[in-house]
T-cell receptor, first 117, second 114 residues
């Protein structure tokens, strides 16, 4: 099946620094990837839709200058949390959709745990 | 607007007993429906999906779900629960048209007690 990887799996950083999270589709090309954020014991909150070769579409309330998304190739999307603060600490999950796949199924990465001190 | 409701935050069941995790949805037209499972500090693992055809869908690890159009439900079931089934379960929906992302329910935590 389709495999999506994320790197790093966890990261701890100081407040004010920027952190980049990579999302890769390993065995398929993904024109569309999605970035979610999950707080403890809560559901996934869609942050943005990442489209290869074009600007990301952000959900209402998500700061695009805070969460920079780049989808430079058909297998890689990156999320950069700029000037991170403790309230940005969360579990970030990406997913990708197989083009032409049946049922709009999304394949999820293993997630990245971000802790901002 | 599409939405998914998982009315139970927590479901407790004894090992060996049948389990049900409830899901209802609201979406225009006929939807695609999904169940995912999440273990601690892990991403989501696909369990099963309904696209078309038989209303009873069989998935991974012995789980199944039944699409009920009249009740707009897609409850997840398993005949005999295992302790290892303890996890967080998410129901998700997608309309058939467009490239919109899945919309998730809030999740239901399943605890299977030995």
């Amino acid at each position: 099946g389709a495999v999506v990887s994320q790197h790093p799996s966890w990261v701890i950083c100081k407040s004010g620094t920027s952190v980049k999270i990579e999302c890769r589709s390993l065995d398929f090309q993904a024109t569309t990837m999605f970035w979610y954020r999950q707080f403890p014991k809560q559901s996934l909150m869609l942050m943005a839709t990442s489209n290869e070769g074009s600007k990301a579409t952000y959900e209402q309330g998500v700061e695009k200058d805070k969460f920079l998304i780049n989808h430079a190739s058909l297998t890689l999307s990156t999320l950069t949390v700029t000037s991170a603060h403790p309230e940005d600490s969360s579990f970030y999950i990406c997913s990708a959709r197989v083009p032409g796949g049946a049922g709009n199924e999304q394949f999820f990465g293993p997630g990245t745990r971000l802790t901002v001190l | 607007a599409q939405s998914v409701a998982q009315p139970e935050d927590q479901v407790n069941v004894a090992e060996g007993n049948p389990l049900t995790v409830k899901c209802t949805y609201s979406v225009s037209g006929n939807p695609y429906l999904f169940w995912y499972v999440q273990y601690p500090n892990r991403g989501l693992q696909f369990l099963l999906k309904y696209i078309t055809g038989d209303n009873l869908v069989k998935g991974s690890y012995g789980f199944e779900a039944e699409f009920n159009k009249s009740q707009t439900s897609f409850h997840l079931k398993k005949p005999s629960a295992l302790v290892s089934d303890s996890a967080l379960y998410f129901c998700a929906v997608s309309p058939r048209t467009g490239n919109t992302p899945l919309v998730f329910g809030k999740g239901t935590r399943l605890s299977v007690i030995a």
